[in-house]
T-cell receptor
């Protein structure tokens, strides 16, 4: 079985501050990990994905995530928050190279304070 | 490309009525997924198809839910009869093989309210 746990359903940061969204995974096999973003009234968009190549993965909009096997973590970071980053972020895991079954976390709503 | 197209965007129906949600995947994508999103349970995979064939429907909550994919460009999710607890946002997503750079492409969702 595979699962992800996102710590903190709501995170608030000031504009220009570091963004850190936490995700821990559980998987019986080497996982494929993803971060998706959802803006209001829209579907999810892929930010980045880890597929067992480099452990530090760079995504769109300045986000990156680091795969740490020892900590079973895949936290999402961005050095400087922008107002447009306000959205809901989902961590997800698949144990299949074809990503047929992707399990999503409950989501973290990011608020950016001016 | 117009992306994954879902209709309707919003649906309000009375308990006991039949509801049909529609999805047009991206042309050339051979996988199609139906997800349900609620505050309590987050995103749940209901069913997915490969080349129009249902592969795994273990997430379908009960027999009131059914999904079809009669051809590569159209899928439906039907709820009959609908109940208030079915109120949620239903997303359709598609992806090609191999998955490519973008993973799944999600539609904008159908917000279903059953009163």
């Amino acid at each position: 079985a595979q699962s992800v746990t996102q710590l903190g359903s709501h995170v608030s940061v000031s504009e220009g501050a570091l963004v850190l969204l936490r995700c821990n995974y559980s998987s019986s096999v080497p996982p494929y990990l993803f971060w998706y973003v959802q803006y209001p009234n829209q579907g999810l968009q892929l930010l980045l994905k880890y597929t067992s190549a480099a452990t530090l993965v760079k995504g769109i909009n300045g986000f990156e995530a680091e795969f740490k096997k020892s900590e079973t973590s895949f936290h999402l970071t961005k050095p400087s928050a922008h107002m447009s980053d306000a959205a809901e972020y989902f961590c997800a895991v698949s144990n299949s190279g074809g990503y047929q079954k992707v399990t999503f976390g409950i989501g973290t709503k990011l608020q950016v304070i001016p | 490309d117009a992306g994954v197209i879902q209709s309707p965007r919003h649906e309000v129906t009375e308990m006991g009525q039949e509801v049909t949600l529609r999805c047009k995947p991206i042309s050339g994508h051979d996988y199609l997924f139906w997800y349900r999103q609620t505050m309590m349970r987050g995103l749940e995979l209901l069913i997915y198809f490969n080349n129009n064939v249902p592969i795994d429907d273990s997430g379908m909550p009960e027999d009131r839910f059914s999904a079809k994919m009669p051809n590569a460009s159209f899928s439906t999710l039907k709820i009959q009869p609908s109940e208030p607890r079915d109120s949620a946002v239903y997303f359709c997503a598609s992806r090609p093989t191999p998955p490519g750079l973008h993973g799944y492409t999600f539609g904008s969702g159908t917000r279903l309210t059953v009163v």
